[in-house]
């Protein structure tokens, strides 16, 4: 198609015919990736534990709760690993068909655009995994384990509560209350991918400043003039995509600010270059 799209207009029909084998195309692709997932179901299903492992001692385990939930939880891992592995090959398709439609500028522009979203999209998904993941499960698993009825602060607001009634104390449960982490393999793939996603978005943010800035939809003063409101928003985004405590809240949060700054820095220095006099 590249060749002959430069050399003369296509019809509908050609091009709907092009679209229906791209799309056949990739939906063998993502079918092909995933059966080869699914036979390594195990190996996947490791990997995204690695991250929980630690924090749940030395015997981790995940749980089911009735006979079909670990095939289908298989199945889903394998749809979501075969996208993921089959990307691209759905990138090289998707290019295929839009590229020579475009002027050689364009492409360039589009290619650049595609080639460091998915490099941002991967360092997003990498930093969740190896930096955010371990801490912030151990933190949610550790104050699951701590909390307790019978902790001293409990003991003395029930006894308050109780004594400005004028009731005797409610008894706590013998030994206090035990929180057992049982966790479900399909609530934790489910968990897992949702966050990965989560965090390879945000990462993206600079890809969307440059282009912003580089299209002339904002100028780069009002990018700047935006850059306080922007350090509230990236916290309170930080503060939602992890856990209730603040090392790992700064961990996401000082990151997505300086991404900020580079990306904003990086389309004033090629605007400054594309003026008439340089």
Request: aromatic fraction near 14%; hydrophobic fraction near 55%; charged fraction near 15%.
């Amino acid at each position: 198609m590249a060749e002959d799209a430069l050399d003369r207009k296509w019809t509908l029909r050609e091009h709907l015919r092009e679209l229906a084998y791209r799309i056949k195309m990739c939906l063998l692709w993502v079918a092909g990736c995933a059966v080869v997932a699914f036979i390594f179901r195990e190996d996947l299903m490791g990997w995204l534990m690695a991250p929980l492992a630690p924090a749940l001692g030395a015997d981790p385990k995940l749980h089911f709760a009735d006979p079909i939930e670990p095939f289908f939880t298989y199945m889903r891992l394998a749809l979501h690993a075969g996208l993921f592995f089959a990307f691209p090959a759905l990138l090289w398709h998707v290019w295929s068909f839009i590229g020579p439609g475009l002027r050689k500028r364009e492409r360039r522009f589009v290619l650049g655009i595609t080639i460091w979203g998915v490099v941002f999209f991967l360092a997003g998904v990498a930093f969740a995994y190896y930096l955010v993941f371990p801490y912030g499960f151990d933190w949610l698993l550790d104050f699951a384990r701590t909390e307790s009825s019978s902790s001293p602060f409990l003991q003395r607001l029930r006894e308050g509560m109780a004594q400005g009634v004028g009731l005797a104390a409610p008894a706590a449960p013998s030994g206090g209350l035990v929180l057992q982490d049982t966790i479900m393999m399909d609530g934790y793939l489910r968990l897992m991918t949702s966050l990965m996603l989560a965090f390879g978005v945000m990462f993206e943010l600079p890809l969307v400043v440059y282009w912003l800035a580089v299209s002339r939809v904002v100028s780069i003063r009002g990018l700047m003039g935006f850059f306080r409101y922007f350090v509230v928003i990236a916290f309170i985004v930080a503060a939602i995509l992890t856990p209730p405590d603040v090392v790992t809240q700064i961990m996401l949060g000082v990151p997505l600010v300086l991404m900020y700054l580079a990306s904003v820095g990086t389309a004033a220095l090629v605007l400054w270059r594309r003026k008439p006099d340089r």
